[in-house]
């Protein structure tokens, strides 16, 4: 895990960068670019919520909760290379989070307490997707260390 830190670190810092830039977009551009995503995912979406039914809120939410997830797997592979808790990625998240809406005073747009929740749960999925990961690992590592002995 040591020796891949250095590349999950970049990983981590390049899905902050691209959820930093979408925050500081102002709210036209903003707006564009959930619209193309929303016509893009929404036969995607439809199968799942039904016909008539996928707005470009919700896709703006699903991406906080997909975009924090991503970050939030970093975080926790950081963590466990550094020796950490869960919790100290958790923090950093939410730290990231609550700056990630305060950027969005500054570009015209609103920051909402709604979408650090939101956040939150994205990196609390992802969190337990990279524990979850490295169970897996440990136990693949585990049983083939078994099987040379």
Request: net charge positive.
């Amino acid at each position: 895990m040591k020796k891949a830190k250095p590349l999950i670190l970049v990983l981590a810092v390049l899905t902050l960068l691209f959820i930093w830039m979408n925050s500081f977009l102002p709210s036209g551009p903003s707006s564009r670019v959930s619209g193309y995503v929303t016509r893009l995912i929404t036969p995607l979406l439809e199968i799942i919520v039904g016909k008539g039914h996928v707005t470009e809120y919700l896709v703006r939410k699903l991406a906080h909760v997909a975009e924090y997830a991503l970050y939030g797997f970093w975080l926790a592979l950081l963590a466990k290379a550094d020796g950490r808790k869960a919790r100290t990625a958790l923090l950093i998240g939410f730290l990231t989070a609550f700056l990630d809406e305060t950027i969005q005073m500054f570009t015209g747009r609103g920051p909402a307490v709604r979408d650090v929740w939101i956040d939150l749960i994205g990196i609390t999925g992802g969190i337990g997707a990279g524990h979850i990961l490295l169970r897996l690992i440990g136990v693949y590592t585990a049983e083939k260390k078994e099987k040379e002995e």
